[in-house]
């Protein structure tokens, strides 16, 4: 016999293998990787995701006096590096993976996260929930340091040094 | 015994004398080690030294690297990088070049692989080549002049500044609706564009030329603003297939310029996922080649075949295709005792189908006759141009990076590379096949072997201005990084991927053989075939041009068809 033809056997064999998806549930691994979802409870908005973000779908972002940490599926490569640096560990990497929408604002995921004012000259500088949290951690933090933000802390400490002069 | 000892000897002596000389002729040798010299050469010295060194048997140009460190030691520099196959060796010649009018003496006489390097340092960084007059290549035409986009001098928003053509054509002349299309850095999946021109007389081609880059994407200058850890996500994404060979090469240049001691689990990982990587990608070549052929039912199982690895890549990765598992220092997933029983699994039936699916489509008379003695290439000519990876084994030149300068874990399994002396297109295809199976006890062995212990190295520092190379055995052959480090980004970062240098061999295969063989000849260096692909084909005699996608003119002489 020709020896090219015995492909028929084993394409008899193997018979389809072409799955009808979406119609017919798509293949994914325990190990699959998709998109992310942050849980808004545990985030403190702290920024280290959108610092490691290699195609920065994660942005803070400041509107009057909430911050917003916003995540832009569209942009996402589904590494998960966000979730690996999260101090909170805030972020879960879902199994989602169809995420496609007409409406490009339906790819948008907001978590707010108020602002805190510098009691001193109004400049917001760090979300409420991180502050709190560092104030939890570092005891010797004095309350009216806390609550100014980097520049005014700087002059008062530097007054405090200087004996106010 | 005594034999191979001594012939070891004998090569090292001839290294010895050839740097020695290189010396005598006035360059400075700055670090020598068992497999890697640096010497720094004056521009005015640099043909006598290339020329010197070129004397050494199996000498390779690498890569070559353009450099502006203009703010850090006053000048523009060149990195020529060569490899000594047979020693283990890589040298790297350092040139540095004025900082006003950079220009150095043109090599392309001495070492014809550096045609398309000189071309792009002279577009993207503004370096002159004596002696050569160059136009642009890499860059679009509507570029304007004099700007050289990989000059420090030029953020990446001042570049994005400058490229304004066809939108702003479309407003001026009013046209109703102007649609930006964006592209890049993201790679077109299977296809990428190329170009040829073939001329040919009848049905033959006389001569051929090729047009490249496209879609330039600029990745390396991305690169240099994106953070130490970011990068490898980046790189990973420089080719649809083969993305793995550059995120470790991307990895392995820093740990080697930082010195930074990889964790050998890290390795066996790595090597696994590399070898895994190799075999999908041969699996999806020998499909589409069967397809150029005309043979689909061959191509339609090779890629049923493929399917297994690839959902094998993600069970061990995360993610089927773009990984995302190398950083800096090591790895990011770990592979567990369930998951190396699977992978056996998927291997045993891998091996066991592959096996009884390429006995059958090998022996069908029309593939069988389109391979053998179509798209010529000759030893010499492999040679000559510095080829990579199965083009060049094909021809018989027994270049493979694993064994020449070995990386990750490949020191500690046997495996033979393949080689074919004929040097035609179904050389190129059974060095692939051959290598799948290679590969597969590759994996083998690295599961049996994998030892415990961390996989990722947990901190490091960058120290900048630091040199390291990666190079990696990708499907296609050679990839290699020259990276110099920066504080936080690298500073300079070169990819050169396989593709690259095999391409100027494809109009020498093509030169005076059937059109009809062209689609599989262009296909047997495992380009990444175009989308957008076009041959113009010129009938030379009629003077007629035709624009026909290459897949039309495999069509035209299709069997059955
Ligand atoms: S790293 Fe975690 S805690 Fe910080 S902003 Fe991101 S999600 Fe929130
Ligand atoms: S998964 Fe990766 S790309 Fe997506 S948000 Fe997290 S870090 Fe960014």
């Known amino acids: 016999m020709v020896k090219f033809v015995k492909i028929i056997p084993i394409a008899l064999k193997v018979g389809t293998v072409t799955r009808k998806y979406p119609f017919e549930r798509p293949l994914i691994t325990e190990s699959f990787r998709g998109a992310i979802e942050v849980d808004p409870v545990k985030c403190t908005g702290c920024g280290a995701c959108t610092r490691i973000c290699p195609p920065k779908a994660l942005s803070l972002i400041r509107e009057g006096e909430t911050l917003i940490l916003r995540y832009f599926v569209g942009k996402c490569i589904f590494c998960g590096m966000c979730a690996d640096i999260c101090p909170e560990k805030a972020i879960a990497i879902t199994k989602e993976f169809e995420l496609a929408s007409e409406n490009l604002s339906e790819l948008n995921v907001d978590v707010e996260h108020e602002l805190k004012k510098c009691v001193k000259c109004g400049a917001t500088f760090v979300s409420t929930k991180l502050l709190n949290k560092v104030r939890s951690q570092v005891e010797a933090l004095p309350d009216d340091i806390a609550e100014l933000c980097p520049n005014c802390r700087r002059l008062e400490i530097l007054k405090r040094f200087t004996g106010g002069r | ?561």
Not at chain 2, 28 to 35: C, M, N, Q, T
Not at chain 2, 285 to 302: N, P, S
Not at chain 2, 330 to 342: L, S, Y
Not at chain 2, 508 to 526: N, Y
């Open chain 2, 1 to 561: 015994m005594f034999s191979q000892t001594s012939y070891l000897y004998d090569n090292s002596n001839i290294l010895d004398k050839v740097i020695k000389n290189v010396g005598g002729l006035g360059a400075e040798v700055l670090e020598r080690k068992p497999d890697f010299t640096r010497v720094f050469v004056s521009r005015d010295k640099l043909v006598d030294v290339i020329k010197e060194l070129m004397k050494l048997e199996n000498v390779y140009l690498r890569t070559m690297t353009a450099s502006d460190e203009r703010e850090v030691n006053g000048f523009f520099k060149l990195y020529y990088v060569f490899g000594v196959d047979s020693l283990h060796h890589t040298i790297i010649v350092e040139i540095p070049l004025s900082e006003n009018s950079p220009s150095a003496p043109t090599l392309i006489d001495i070492v014809k692989a550096v045609d398309w390097y000189e071309k792009e340092a002279h577009d993207l960084m503004g370096i002159d080549f004596e002696g050569r007059k160059l136009h642009k290549f890499v860059l679009p035409d509507d570029w304007p002049d004099k700007v050289y986009p990989l000059r420090k001098e030029y953020g990446i928003e001042d570049l994005k500044k400058l490229y304004k053509p066809v939108f702003e054509y479309a407003k001026k002349v009013e046209a109703e609706a102007a649609v930006i299309i964006p592209i890049g850095p993201y790679h077109p999946a299977l296809h990428e564009p190329e170009y040829f021109e073939l001329y040919v007389r009848g049905e033959r081609v006389v001569d051929a030329r090729y047009v490249g880059f496209m879609v330039h994407r600029g990745i390396e200058k991305l690169g240099e603003n994106m953070k130490y850890d970011q990068v490898p996500f980046l790189a990973e994404r420089i080719c649809g297939i083969c993305g793995f060979v550059h995120s470790t090469s991307y990895c392995q240049a820093i740990e080697n310029a930082l010195k930074i001691d990889v964790p050998e689990r890290a390795h066996f990982i790595r090597s696994i996922i590399l070898e895994i990587e190799r075999i999908h990608s041969h699996l999806l070549w020998l499909g589409v080649a069967l397809h150029l052929l005309g043979y689909d039912t061959g191509f339609m199982h090779a890629w049923r075949i493929r399917e297994q690895v690839m959902v094998l890549a993600e069970l061990l990765t995360g993610s089927r295709k773009t990984y995302g598992i190398n950083i800096v220092g090591g790895v990011r997933r770990d592979i567990d005792e369930n998951k190396i029983r699977k992978c056996l699994n998927v291997l045993d039936n891998v091996e066991k189908e592959f096996k009884t699916f390429i006995d059958v489509a090998l022996s069908v008379p029309q593939v069988k006759s389109r391979l053998r003695d179509t798209g010529l290439l000759p030893k010499g000519e492999a040679q000559k141009l510095s080829l990579v990876g199965p083009t060049a084994r094909g021809s018989g030149v027994p270049r493979d990076v694993r064994k020449d300068y070995p990386y990750a874990a490949y020191k500690h399994v046997s495996f033979d590379v393949i080689v074919y002396s004929e040097g035609d297109n179904m050389a190129r295809t059974l060095v692939r096949v051959d290598e799948v199976f290679e590969s597969i006890d590759i994996v083998r062995q690295l599961l049996d072997k994998i030892p415990k212990g961390p996989i990722a190295v947990e901190n490091w520092d960058a120290e900048p201005y630091k040199i390291g190379i990666g190079s990696v055995e990708a499907p296609r052959g050679e990839v290699i990084h020259f990276l110099i480090t920066g504080r936080y980004s690298p500073y300079r970062w070169r990819v050169r991927a396989p593709t690259y240098q095999n391409l100027p061999a494809v109009p020498i295969m093509l030169r005076d053989s059937e059109l009809a063989d062209a689609p599989i000849t262009i296909a047997s260096i495992d380009p990444c075939f175009s989308c957008t692909d076009r041959a113009l084909v010129i009938e030379i005699n009629r003077g007629s041009i035709k624009e026909v996608p290459l897949f039309v003119i495999s069509n035209k002489f299709r069997f059955g068809v």
